[in-house]
């Protein structure tokens, strides 16, 4: 059974860097992950995804250049490096990975099948 566990999110102050993690467990590590949030009253959106190889990634245009993901496939492990915190960064961020084993990425949250429980995130200003 596929597991996906966060951990990171923390309350800090507008720009401050925070580390998010995500721990896979129940499967290996070819499987296209992404990263998503979603903020109090609003839709779930893409914040960045990594291929199954580690090889390609992507950003949403509002965390480009502030944001880099990353993973660790000895650990299974996916990260996501947050700098120069912005307030409307504040959200649930969660992990998600692909169900298809070499599947590509997406930017769309209906393409991933299993999804982790999202930690907190809340930048003050």
């Known amino acids: 059974q596929v597991r996906l566990v966060e951990s990171g999110g923390a309350l800090v102050q507008a720009g401050d860097s925070l580390r998010l993690s995500c721990v896979v467990s129940?499967?290996?590590?070819?499987?296209?992950m992404a990263w998503f949030r979603q903020a109090p009253g609003k839709e779930r959106e893409f914040v960045s995804a990594?291929?199954?190889?580690?090889?390609?990634?992507s950003y949403a245009n509002s965390v480009k250049g502030r944001f880099t993901i990353s993973r660790d496939k000895d650990k299974n492990t996916l990260y996501l490096q947050m700098n120069t915190l912005k307030p409307e960064d504040t959200a649930v961020y969660y992990c998600?990975?692909?169900?298809?084993?070499?599947?590509?990425?997406?930017?769309?949250?209906?393409?991933?099948?299993?999804w982790g429980q999202g930690t907190q995130v809340t930048v003050s200003s």
């Open positions: 990594i291929s199954w190889s580690n090889t390609y990634t």
């Open positions: 998600a990975q692909i169900g298809k084993r070499f599947g590509p990425y997406s930017d769309s949250a209906a393409d991933y099948d299993y």
């Open positions: 129940g499967c290996s590590t070819i499987y296209a």
